[in-house]
């Protein structure tokens, strides 16, 4: 069974500051990951994932994550938070297959100081 | 905007009530799939489908039943409504027919039963 770990439920930081929101996984087959990110009163909206190929991804907004398969981790970074980051961050994974089921992560909240 | 909308969005209803929520798309897409978020769970799926009255359950299907009749309706209903099925319920659809493509997830529905 598939199982992910997101540890820290809230992670506050100051504007412009360096983040690191943490993602571990469990999988005894091969794995896609995937961060959505979660406005407030929103639905989720798909950040970046990771399918194969380069293990680093980007987001059009900053962010990045990378796969590490030793480690099985999927952390996500941004160098320079804005306040309107300020969001609830969801990691995914899935084996893939034709019904492509996610399992998710409980969430991080990331809050955006000024 | 992957031309997905959820009714109703909100709804309070009493214990032993039944409940249907409803999910449209307009993308004629064949995987459709009902979670439900709540807080130190992140997202739970619930019940999915693979085409019109094709479906099967997710981890958390236990008070829960779905119809599909048509490719763009994908109902979920609640026989009778419990306390600890107060939730706030998403419905996602898949992008495209790829094993690996994105979900896209609507709006979601809020829900709380007395």
């Known amino acids: 069974a598939q199982s992910v770990t997101q540890l820290d439920s809230q992670v506050p930081v100051f504007e412009e500051a360096p983040v690191e929101l943490r993602c571990n996984y469990s999988?005894?087959?091969?794995?896609?990951l995937f961060w959505y990110v979660q406005y407030p009163n929103q639905g989720l909206q798909l950040l970046l994932k990771?399918?194969?190929?380069?293990?680093l991804v980007e987001s059009i907004n900053g962010f990045e994550a990378e796969f590490n398969k030793s480690q099985t981790s999927f952390h996500l970074r941004k160098p320079s938070v804005h306040i309107s980051d300020t969001a609830e961050y969801f990691c995914?994974?899935?084996?893939?297959?034709?019904?492509?089921?996610?399992?998710f992560g409980t969430g991080t909240l990331l809050a955006v100081q000024p | 905007d992957a031309g997905i909308t959820q009714s109703p969005r909100h709804k309070v209803t009493e214990t032993g009530t039944p409940v249907t929520l409803r999910c449209h798309q307009t993308?004629?897409?064949?995987?459709m799939y009902w979670y439900r978020q709540d807080p130190g769970h992140g997202l739970r799926l619930i019940h999915y489908?693979?085409?019109?009255?094709?479906?099967d359950k997710g981890e958390v299907s236990d008070g829960y039943s779905v119809s599909r009749s048509k490719t763009e309706d994908f109902l979920l209903t609640l026989e009778s409504a419990t306390s600890s099925q107060t939730s706030v319920y998403f419905c996602?659809?898949?992008?495209?027919?790829?094993?690996?493509?994105?979900?896209?997830f609507g709006p979601g529905t809020r829900l709380t039963v007395l």
């Open positions: 999988s005894s087959v091969s794995v896609y």
């Open positions: 995914a994974v899935s084996s893939g297959g034709a019904t492509n089921k996610l399992i």
């Open positions: 996602a659809i898949r992008g495209t027919e790829t094993s690996t493509d994105t979900q896209y």
């Open positions: 993308e004629n897409h064949r995987y």
């Open positions: 489908s693979y085409g019109v009255k094709d479906t």
């Open positions: 990771y399918l194969s190929g380069s293990t």
